[in-house]
């Protein structure tokens, strides 16, 4: 538990995002005594997509301009269609994972989520998984794509959809209990 206090976790999100992508592991981290902080494009409230629906809100942390990716262990990347599609226009957000991946940090994706890896030209010659509708984007991108609940490739953490979320929460925690 020691290990796990003294880490940082970053949730780059912003309008769009799966609820359960954000809530859930959220929710793990911070059971674990984890601070998380979210991260997005804009102040204030971002809103959560559920089921074809707006859903919940939740607070933004810090925007991408007073983020420090040196403040963080770890970057959590929830999918939904919409919220990926929008970061990944943002070169803020896009120079912010690329940063995790410069610096060795591991970096968890899931769903949608892989599309950033992609933008962020960090997905070649990396071994993971994703909704099964951008397998294709990820091979493109060089990217050997596997249909397994959760992928571990180096810093990489990546997982299918939300019924992976139990098993991608384990490894993430995994992940802090292992590094400094």
């Not at 020691?2 to 970053?10: E, F, G, P, Y």
């Not at 929710?27 to 074809?52: F, Y």
């Amino acid at each position: 538990m020691q290990i796990l206090n003294s880490k940082n976790v970053a949730i780059l999100a912003t309008n769009g995002f799966e609820e359960s992508e954000l809530f859930e592991p959220l929710k793990a981290l911070k059971e674990e005594g984890i601070q998380v902080d979210v991260i997005s494009t804009e102040k204030g409230e971002i809103t959560a997509w559920n089921h074809g629906n707006w859903s919940k809100k939740i607070a933004v942390d810090h925007t991408l301009d007073e983020a420090d990716d040196n403040n963080y262990g770890l970057l959590v990347l929830p999918g939904g269609v919409i919220n990926p599609d929008k970061l990944r226009r943002d070169q803020k957000a896009v120079a912010f994972v690329r940063s995790f991946f410069e610096k060795n940090k591991p970096v968890a994706a899931i769903c949608h989520g892989p599309q950033m890896l992609i933008e962020a030209e960090v997905a070649e010659d990396r071994t993971m998984t994703s909704f099964f509708s951008i397998r294709k984007d990820l091979q493109n991108a060089g990217a050997t794509w596997v249909d397994e609940t959760v992928v571990e490739d180096g810093n990489l953490i990546t997982s299918r959809n939300p019924g992976d979320l139990e098993a991608f929460n384990d490894m993430i925690i995994q992940r802090l209990k292992g590094t400094d």
